[in-house]
Structure formats: C-alpha cells, structure tokens
C-alpha cells in the first residue's frame, strides 16, 4: 500500500483577482522507500507543492485535494490540530539552504533534539543523547563537542547534516527535500545525496526530492514526478522517463527540459526554452505549455487532463485516445508504404 | 566577551575625561558664577568667598585641583546649599532617580515586546491597527504633556471618588511610583514597540521559523525558544540609547511630579550655575551611562551567540 496519496492538489495563495494559483492539479503517490523526484523550472509550484504536504503554505491560503491521504488516515483540507501531530514526526522536510534554516541563536543538539521533545516527549537531556547519536549516524564527527556549537560555527555541508538528523529525528515514513543540495558544492552534494539514498535503503524512508537538477534524478529517484505552472505534466517510473525521449513519446515539456540539459551526468541547472512560464494569477485556461509548444495543436486551447498509460501519467492531448488512434493509424500508413 | 566589556570600560573612561574636561571649560565660559546673586556683594566679602572657593586661582590650577579630587572620587561642596557634600546629595537622590528609571524603563521594555509581538501576531487586524496608532501618538506627543495629562487625569478621578486613590505628584511608596514610570517611559516603549513588531516580522517570516514549524513547533513553543530571542536582537541594541533617553527624560518627570531625584538638582544646579553639583552630576551620569552600554553589551551577547563568540576570541 502507498503512503501517501494524493488527489488534484490545488493551491490558491491570497485572495482575490489577483491570488496565485501555485498548484492547479497535482496527483501523486509514494511508496515505502520510494525516492521520487519532483522536477521543473523555478516557478513551477514545487517548493508550495511540499510545503501543503506540512500544512506550511503561506498565511491566506487555501488549499484543496480531492484526496490526500497517509497510509490510513485521511487528512482533512483545512488546517488542523492533526497536522501539528505530523509535522516532524511523520513527515519531516529539508530545506534548501541550512545556513538560513537553522535558528541562528540556538545550539545545534537543541535544534535536532527539538522534535523528539515534541513528539516523543522526552527530556531535554535524553533528547540531547539521542541528537548526539544522530550527529554520529550522520558521520559529524566530534558530536558530543560540537552539539553546543551554534550555526554560524559550522560549514554548509556539515549545516545540512544537521538539518537532515534534525528531520529525521523523529524517523518519518516521508521526507520531503526542498532542492538540499543547490546551495552546497559540488563534493558535498554527493555526500548529502548519499546519505537519503541510505535512509530510504535502510529505513524505507519515501523521499520527495525537489530539484531541477535531472542528472541527480538520473542517478538515484525510482520515479519522476514533472511539473509546469502548478500541474504536474508528466510522471512515471525515472526508466520511461530518460529513454522516453529514444523508444517512446514523451510530453513535450519534458522533452524540452531534457533537451535542455547539455550532459546528464554534468548536473547544470536547466535553462534554455524558449518564452516564459504563464503568470500564475491568470492561469491560461487551455494546456499551460501551448504557449512555448513546438507541437501545439488546435485542441490545446482546451485543458487537458491527466491521462494514464503504461509509462505514467501525461497531461497532453498526444495521450488522449482519439490523438492515439489516429498516431497509430499514421503509424501503419507510414509502414505500409515502407513495405 | 569579558575582555571586550573591559576593553569598552577602559574606553568609557576616556568618554569621561572627555566629558568632565568639556563641562569645566564650557561652565566656565558661561558669564557669570555661582557667586552672581541678585543681591548685591561687596568686594571684600566677594573675594572671601572666591578664595574660599578657590575662584581666585587661574582657570588651569582650578581643573587641575578638580580633576584630582574626582579620581579619588569627591566632587566637593555645594555653592548654593550650604555645606552640602554633591557626594551626599548624589548618594541620596540618585536612589530615587534610579528606581524611577529602572521602573520606567521595565515598563518599556516589557510593554513594547509585548506589544510588538503583539503587533505582528496580528499584522494588518485591528489589535496591530490600534497599538500603532497608539504608538504614533506616544512618540509624537511631548513627555511634559503627557505628565500634564496624567496629572489631570489623576486629579478628576481622585475627586470623583472623592479620596486620593493615587497621589497626583510627590514621593513614596509605590504608588507614587508607576504614574511617573509610565509617563516616563511612554516614549521609549512606544519607539521599542515599533522596532519590536518589525524584527518579530521579519523573524515570522524567516526560513527557520518555517524549519521550526516544519518540526512541529508552534504556539508558545515557537514563541519562546525560537521567535523572541532572534526578535529581541535588534531591540536590545536599541536598550543603550533608550536609557540614556529615559535619563534625560527623568529631569522633566521629576520636576513636574515633585520627586527628589538627582535630576531635578542637575537642573538646579544648571540654572545657578552650581559649579561643583553641575561637575559632580553630570560626570556620575556620564559614568552611569557608560556602564550601562557596556552593561546593554554584554546583554546583546548573552543573547546572540554569533556576538559572544566573536567578541570572546
Ligand atoms: N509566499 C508566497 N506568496 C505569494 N506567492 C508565492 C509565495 N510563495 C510562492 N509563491 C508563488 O507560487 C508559485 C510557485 O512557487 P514555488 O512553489 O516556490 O516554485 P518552485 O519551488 O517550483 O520554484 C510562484 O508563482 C510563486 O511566485
Ligand atoms: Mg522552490
């Protein structure tokens, strides 16, 4: 069974003609140990997309789903005292920069001990004990020293351990991380990926990793989960995802942001399609990407939904039945004359 | 971090100097002397006196005779109350001006975090709306005219219960006291609470708040461990002028509310041209404040480890 599911998530921040629409139709589901990336440009309604997964949005948002639930709980749309429950216990996030994550005038142990003080509740002193063995697990070395060191003492890689003992203090069934390691070097963004590769191997932790970096999602995510203005556009296992582009169709914006990444293994940040993402306050009312399409079609004008198929989800009328058909029939033709 | 406080004492000290050598000049280029009286003086009885006082001496042997005795720490005798120590007369009044001030400067600071926090909690509502209305009018009405209210105030309630509830001016217990304090510290509460509510702000808003809360902190939790201290940062740099302000504020509430500070002798002594009170005064609150920015310092540190830890090594 999964461990979250979740139905056309929507996000509205402020209210009003002007309330951005952040997220406009997310569906998605992790399961015990699946490491799931969730990619797309700047803008795209990823980082709101986890944050409405703590119940974390921005004040004056309203948030829908049709179904979002954790294992057998069903959890309800508006905010509620359950959430508190949740938060850092069973699901925990990282942030994207540690060197503003962690609370300034605070000792680190503290910060990691926090959680199991909320939730667990322990002491502060054998909380402080169990912090010292997560600096441990995470290979700090020097815990017990460096537990009354504060933030500015330590480095960004060894900042983000931090904030990763500190979220998985509580051992959560879902980490969510919000792009860990954009702000780190390169070297130790190997490490930090190493170390959520180890906790969903060891403790069957689900990830979702938020990045736009693809050569990351490449290497370690089991599915990919692809966004563009609040809707997911495509997902799938990460296999159909990278060959898609040779054996199989893929959704054209998926297509572009592959095509956009010059080397796989490089990990540069995405760049290079042409125009601009809609503005999220008047959302198009048609497919979000017609605008930069190079395969728009008169139909496009219309929204498409979220059509299912062996390799996934697409939300693309390539992948409605009708436009399927007539590809094959075209398919023949072309055969046909071949023979 | 001690090294650094003794470090900005060694400096205070200097300030000091600086401040006692600049009043002597300065009071003495005032025209006239402590012995200008409406009355008229004969010669004879004129120059007793000067050289009793040692006025007859030229102006360098007089700063040099003043400066010695304020390292060994006496400011001499009064001019204008007869055979007063100004060491007495700051010994027993200072008392009174301190607890003033210290009152006066608790109900500032615990009322302008209070009403900060307040303030942002309900950024753009109406208790936000109404505590910054309340603080435009603090700041922008004179502490004498607020005394001069409250004074009023007092009065009409006092005769409409038809006893005295609570003293209109004058200096006892505590009673006499919070009128005052509250009058006296109006202002600087009012320019904390607007700082408060900006850095309580700008904390909420921060990305380790959002961690905080991501770890399931909330509520007081959050309040106490996470937003108050990063919050209070940059108003307890705001502590060191604030006192000095409340200082400086002390001498009008004394003089409106009767209360024998020190204040009202500086004030005096000022308008006498006192010499010795004027001198004794106004070095002891230049120590005092002196004392207190390092004391302020020190307290900032306590609070931010990044400070501690940089001043320290
Ligand atoms: N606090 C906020 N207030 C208003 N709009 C916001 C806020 N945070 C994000 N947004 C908007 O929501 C949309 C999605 O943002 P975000 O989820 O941060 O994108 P991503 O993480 O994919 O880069 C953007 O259009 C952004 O401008
Ligand atoms: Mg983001």
């Given at each position: 069974m999964n461990l979250l599911n979740v139905e056309n998530l929507q996000v509205e921040i402020g209210r009003g003609p002007n309330s951005v629409k952040a997220v406009r139709g997310v569906?998605?589901?992790?399961?015990?140990?699946?490491?799931?990336?969730?990619?797309?440009?700047?803008?795209?309604?990823?980082?709101?997309t986890g944050l409405s997964l703590l119940d974390l949005l921005p004040s004056k948002s309203v948030r829908r789903a049709d179904?979002?639930?954790?294992?057998?709980?069903?959890?309800p749309n508006q905010h509620h005292g359950q959430w508190r429950k949740l938060r850092g216990n069973r699901l925990a996030m990282i942030f994207q920069n540690p060197m503003t994550a962690l609370d300034p005038t605070q000792k680190v142990g503290w910060q990691i001990a926090e959680p199991l003080c909320i939730h667990r509740g322990?002491?502060?002193r054998q909380a402080w004990q169990r912090a010292i063995e997560l600096m441990e697990r995470l290979a700090i070395t020097d815990a017990e020293k460096r537990a009354h060191r504060y933030p500015f003492e330590f480095s960004g890689g060894m900042l983000q351990r931090v904030m990763i003992a500190m979220a998985i203090a509580c051992e959560p069934q879902i980490l969510i991380a919000d792009e860990p390691t954009t702000a780190l070097d390169v070297g130790v963004q190997q490490e930090v990926l190493g170390l959520l590769n180890e906790l969903r191997e060891s403790r069957g932790t689900a990830i979702l990793f938020i990045t736009h970096d693809l050569g990351v999602v490449a290497k370690i995510a089991d599915s990919v989960s692809v966004m563009y203005a609040g809707q997911v556009v495509e997902q799938g296992p990460v296999e159909t995802f990278f060959t898609g582009s040779t054996t199989k169709e893929l959704h054209p914006y998926s297509k572009a942001l592959l095509a956009a990444v010059p080397d796989l293994s490089g990990g540069k940040p995405l760049q290079g399609i042409a125009g601009q993402p809609p503005d999220l306050r008047r959302p198009p009312s048609g497919c979000g990407f017609a605008a930069?399409?190079?395969?728009?079609?008169?139909?496009?004008?219309?929204?498409?939904?979220?059509?299912?198929?062996?390799?996934?989800?697409?939300?693309?009328?390539?992948?409605?039945?009708a436009f399927q058909t007539y590809l094959s029939q075209q398919g023949q033709v072309r055969g046909a004359q071949h023979d | 971090m001690w090294t650094f406080?003794?470090?900005?004492?060694?400096?205070?000290?200097?300030?000091?100097?600086?401040?006692?050598?600049?009043?002597?000049?300065?009071?003495?280029?005032?025209?006239?002397?402590?012995?200008?009286?409406?009355?008229?003086?004969?010669?004879?009885?004129?120059?007793?006196?000067?050289?009793?006082?040692?006025?007859?001496?030229p102006l360098v042997t007089q700063y040099r005779l003043f400066l010695g005795n304020m390292l060994k720490g006496d400011f001499g005798i009064s001019f204008t109350q007869e055979n007063r120590r100004v060491n007495d007369i700051i010994r027993e009044h200072f008392p009174v001006s301190?607890?003033?001030?210290?009152?006066?400067?608790?109900?500032?600071?615990?009322?302008?975090?209070?009403?900060?926090?307040?303030?942002?909690?309900?950024?753009?509502?109406?208790?936000?709306?109404?505590?910054?209305?309340?603080?435009?009018?603090?700041?922008?009405?004179?502490?004498?005219?607020?005394?001069?209210v409250a004074q009023l105030l007092i009065v009409q309630l006092n005769n409409r219960l038809g006893q005295p509830l609570i003293p209109v001016a004058g200096w006892g217990g505590f009673s006499h006291l919070w009128v005052p304090a509250l009058v006296l510290g109006l202002g600087t509460m009012a320019y904390l609470s607007r700082l408060m509510r900006a850095s309580m702000l700008e904390v909420t808003n921060s990305e380790y708040i959002l961690a905080a809360r991501a770890k399931g902190a909330y509520g007081w939790r959050l309040f106490w461990s996470h937003q108050l201290r990063n919050a209070l940062l940059p108003v307890v740099t705001e502590l060191g002028p604030a006192i000095a302000a409340l200082t400086t504020g002390g001498f009008v509430v004394e003089l409106i509310f009767a209360i024998p500070g020190l204040g009202r002798y500086f004030v005096q002594a000022v308008q006498q041209l006192d010499y010795t009170v004027i001198m004794g005064t106004t070095v002891f609150y230049g120590a005092f404040l002196v004392i207190m920015v390092v004391a302020v310092d020190i307290a900032y540190g306590l609070i931010d480890p990044r400070i501690r830890y940089s001043r320290g090594r």
């Open positions: 569906s998605f589901s992790l399961a015990e140990g699946e490491f799931r990336a969730l990619v797309g440009e700047s803008g795209s309604g990823k980082s709101i179904r979002f639930q954790l294992e057998n709980l069903a959890l322990l002491s502060r930069r399409c190079s395969q728009r079609m008169e139909i496009c004008d219309q929204a498409p939904e979220l059509f299912h198929d062996a390799n996934g989800d697409h939300r693309c009328w390539r992948w409605h039945e | 406080a003794f470090k900005r004492l060694l400096s205070g000290a200097v300030t000091i100097w600086f401040i006692a050598t600049a009043t002597f000049f300065a009071m003495h280029a005032v025209p006239g002397d402590p012995l200008t009286r409406d009355k008229a003086m004969s010669p004879a009885v004129r120059a007793q006196l000067e050289q009793r006082y040692g006025l007859d001496k301190a607890m003033l001030g210290i009152t006066a400067l608790l109900i500032a600071f615990i009322g302008a975090v209070a009403a900060g926090s307040i303030a942002a909690q309900f950024r753009g509502q109406w208790p936000d709306r109404l505590l910054m209305m309340a603080v435009v009018a603090a700041i922008s009405v004179p502490g004498f005219v607020i005394a001069a």
